[in-house]
C-alpha cells in the first residue's frame, strides 16, 4: 500500500519561504512520477509542478521563478521549495502519484497561509 505523507507546511509573510516534503513509501513506484498540487476552498485541485517527461520539471505559470520541485531518490521525497510567497498562494498542498494500474495516490495535505 503506498503511502504520501506531506509536511513542511506552516504559516508565512508575503516574501517568505517554505519548503514541502512529500516521503512516498509502501508498494513500488517512481518518484518522478509525483507532483504537487494546491487546492483553495470552492476551487478545483491544480497543478502546482511536477516531473514532465525526461524528469524535467514542470511548473504552474504562477509560480514559475518562485518555486522549485526537487527529489531525493534514496529518501523517496519530493520537495517543493516555495520562495518570493505571495497571499494567493495560501491553499492545502497535496502530492499525488501517478499509479498506472489505477487512481493516483494522495497524501493527506499540508496547509499554507500567506498572510499579507
Known amino acids: 500500500q503506498v503511502q504520501l505523507v506531506e509536511s513542511g507546511g506552516g504559516s508565512v509573510q508575503a516574501g517568505g519561504s517554505l519548503r514541502l516534503s512529500c516521503a512516498a513509501s509502501?508498494?513500488?513506484?517512481?518518484?518522478?512520477?509525483i507532483g504537487w498540487y494546491r487546492q483553495v476552498p470552492g476551487k478545483q485541485r491544480e497543478l502546482v509542478a511536477d516531473?514532465?517527461?525526461?524528469?524535467?520539471?514542470n511548473y504552474a505559470d504562477s509560480v514559475k521563478g518562485r518555486f522549485s520541485i526537487s527529489r531525493d531518490n534514496a529518501k523517496n521525497t519530493v520537495y517543493l521549495q516555495m520562495n518570493s510567497l505571495k497571499p494567493e498562494d495560501t491553499a492545502v498542498y497535496y502530492c499525488?502519484?501517478?499509479?498506472?494500474?489505477?487512481?493516483?495516490?494522495w497524501g493527506q495535505g499540508t496547509q499554507v497561509t500567506v498572510s499579507s
Open positions: 516531473f514532465g517527461s525526461g524528469g524535467s520539471a
Open positions: 499525488k502519484l501517478l499509479n498506472l494500474g489505477g487512481p493516483p495516490y
Open positions: 509502501g508498494g513500488t513506484f517512481s518518484i518522478n512520477a
